[in-house]
């Protein structure tokens, strides 16, 4: 069972299996000093957890796109505002540029080829567009929940270091986290 699968079969009880505690969700964002007005795109948008969130900074657009029809699904069904455009691809077919923000919210450890995402969120970012990769969980609980399951075990959350030494090629890291709270980081497109 392939990624894509994995998150269709869980979609529709994703929100009642997985917590995403509501003051953390606001850090994150917080963290994010994401500006009014900006194009952002929610990568791996899921059950779109943090488009309330991201709403809440008065995007211009926000794009949630998501690999798992189910979970785009489910988002379409909780979201209604004209603002949000849903797109059922995965990311490195997506082709639309011009964001200033690309949010990845629980997804980055589902990408096996890191630096090839870094590159194509680079492509999709504006000149001095910001990529904000973030758990709400520390890397050591995310890596031992995907451990229990045969279809993510390989999906593994690397050290800030590892994914800052990949991001720079791409980005000016800007903030790290990476404590028994959370795991952030944020850079600025080069």
């Keep these: 069972m392939d990624s894509r699968d994995f998150f269709n079969n869980l979609a529709f009880k994703w929100d009642e299996i997985c917590n995403?505690?509501?003051?953390?969700?606001?850090?994150?964002i917080d963290l994010s000093n994401i500006k009014y007005n900006s194009k952002i795109i929610d990568i791996g948008t899921g059950t779109g957890i943090m488009?309330?969130?991201?709403m809440q900074t008065n995007p211009l657009k926000i794009t949630a796109i998501d690999i798992s029809e189910n979970m785009i699904a489910v988002a379409k069904s909780k979201y209604k505002d004209d603002k949000i455009s849903f797109v059922n691809d995965d990311i490195f077919n997506f082709k639309e540029d011009g964001y200033d923000y690309a949010l990845l919210y629980s997804v980055y450890p589902?990408?096996?080829?890191?630096?090839?995402?870094f590159r194509q969120i680079s492509n999709l970012l504006n000149n001095n567009g910001k990529i904000i990769i973030a758990h709400s969980e520390s890397k050591e609980k995310?890596?031992?929940?995907?451990s229990l399951s045969e279809s993510v075990k390989h999906d593994i959350l690397p050290s800030i270091e590892i994914t800052a030494k990949i991001m720079c090629k791409y980005f000016k890291i800007s903030t790290i986290i990476d404590n028994?709270?959370?795991?952030?980081?944020?850079?600025?497109?080069?």
Aim: avoid cysteine.
């Design 142 to 146: 995310i890596n031992a929940v995907h």
């Design 51 to 54: 488009l309330d969130y991201l």
């Design 20 to 28: 995403h505690e509501p003051l953390k969700l606001k850090k994150i």
């Design 180 to 190: 028994e709270e959370m795991y952030f980081i944020d850079g600025i497109k080069i």
């Design 110 to 117: 589902h990408f096996e080829d890191k630096e090839a995402l």
